[in-house]
Structure formats: C-alpha cells, structure tokens
C-alpha cells in the first residue's frame, strides 16, 4: 500500500523558516516523480513545485509564487521527500500535501497533509 | 483568482446525474490533458479522473470525463450521499510551466 506521511507543520513567525519532510512506503520511490501541493481554503488547490526522478535529472518545477524562498529536495536513501520554505508570509499559510506524480502532472497518491500557520 | 474556472456549487437528487464544468484557456486546458480530484470532508483530494476521460483503477465508472476545446466536463451518474465532496479540475500549463487548479466545486446530493 502507498502511504505518504508529512510532518514538520506548525506555526511559524512572518519571515521565519520551516522544512517539512514526507515519509513515503509502498512504492518505488526512486522511479517517481514527487510534487507538493498546498490548499487554503481561500485560494483552493495551488502547486508548489515538482521534483523529477533520477532518470529524468532530478529536474525541479517552482510555482511563481514561491520560486526562491522554496527549496524541494527527496533522498532515495530515506525514500523521503522534503520543502524548506524560507521567507514566509501570511500567503503561505495552508495545508501541505506530498504527493505522487504520475504521468508528470497527476498526483494520485497524497499524504494527509500538514498545516503550516505563518503569524506573529 | 483560480486560472479554471468551476461553478461553486452544484446539487442533484440521489440517483440523478450532475455535471461539473471547468474552464481555462489554450496555455492549459486547450493544449494539455485534464485531470480531475475529488476531496471529502476531511480528507486529502483524490484522483478521479486523468488524461481527460480516463480513470484510475478503483474509481467507478459513473464518473466520467470529456473535453471540448478550453472546457472540461466531470460527470457523475446513479448520485450517491457518499459523493457530497468538492471537486477540482486541474491541467497543467504550458505558459507557467506548472499545474494549475480550478477553485472547486461543491456537489450536494440532496
């Protein structure tokens, strides 16, 4: 069974840092790409970024909005994904999905997400 | 501002069938495969639908997709309780070089 488990949320102050990590099982994770998507409930579904798998360059994707204050990475020694986010905002503050990528866009497995509340 | 665009809400009668429409433009929808998630209450959203019209295994075959030019259409027959979620349109764009997200729509089963 695939299982993704997020964890490293909580709340951090405006300009903070935090690094979110994904624990995946079930697969295998070095022939897959890997994607983080985040929902609030204002602005829905957003995509942060993609990162490609070993065969295909480690290649990673960005989201306009967060291209330079995020950072995606994934060890295929922990089978691990991970999200440095740097330079937070309040527009940052939502839920945080793993997730698998099929097919280069589809995400078919997600974790359960975890809640990152950016304030002061 | 979402770069799809789906109708808040929809509702039918259990039993009955619904559509939900998404709209985008050539950058998304008009040039790329459409994919389509649904997301009960409390929990993380799910694949329905991908490649426009096809379906991940487990998923029922009451739910369908179809594409005309910059438009998708999900569509859900023999309306059960249990398909009271929101549903998301979601393609990827050649312009932003990233997966864009309709707002999602609300489907009641009433």
């Known amino acids: 069974e695939v299982q993704l488990v997020e964890s490293g949320g909580g709340l951090v102050q405006p300009g903070g840092s935090l690094r979110l990590s994904c624990a995946t099982s079930?697969?295998?994770?070095?022939?897959?790409?890997m994607a983080w998507v985040r929902q609030t409930p204002g602005k829905g579904l957003e995509w942060v970024g993609r990162?490609?798998?070993?065969?295909?360059?480690?290649?990673?994707d960005y989201a306009a909005s967060v291209k330079g204050r995020f950072t995606i990475s994934r060890d295929e020694s922990k089978d691990s994904l991970y999200l440095q986010l740097s330079s937070v905002s309040s527009e940052d503050t939502a839920i945080y999905y793993c997730t698998r990528v099929f097919k280069s866009q589809y995400c078919d497995h997600w974790g359960r997400g975890t809640l990152v509340t950016v304030s002061s | 501002q979402s770069l799809l665009t789906q109708p808040p809400s929809v509702s039918s009668a259990p039993g009955q069938k619904v559509t939900i429409s998404c709209s985008g433009s050539s950058s998304n929808i008009g040039k790329n495969f459409v994919s389509w998630y649904q997301q009960l209450p409390g929990a993380a959203p799910k694949l329905l639908i991908y490649d426009n019209d096809k379906r991940p295994s487990g998923i029922p075959d009451r739910f369908s997709g179809s594409k005309s030019g910059t438009t998708v259409t999900l569509g859900i027959t023999g309306l059960q309780t249990g398909d009271e979620a929101e549903y998301f349109c979601?393609?990827?764009?050649?312009?932003?070089?990233?997966?864009?997200f309709g707002g999602g729509t609300t489907l009641s089963v009433l």
């Open positions: 079930g697969f295998t994770f070095n022939g897959h790409y």
């Open positions: 990162v490609r798998n070993r065969a295909n360059g480690y290649i990673i």
């Open positions: 979601g393609a990827w764009d050649s312009s932003l070089g990233v997966v864009v």
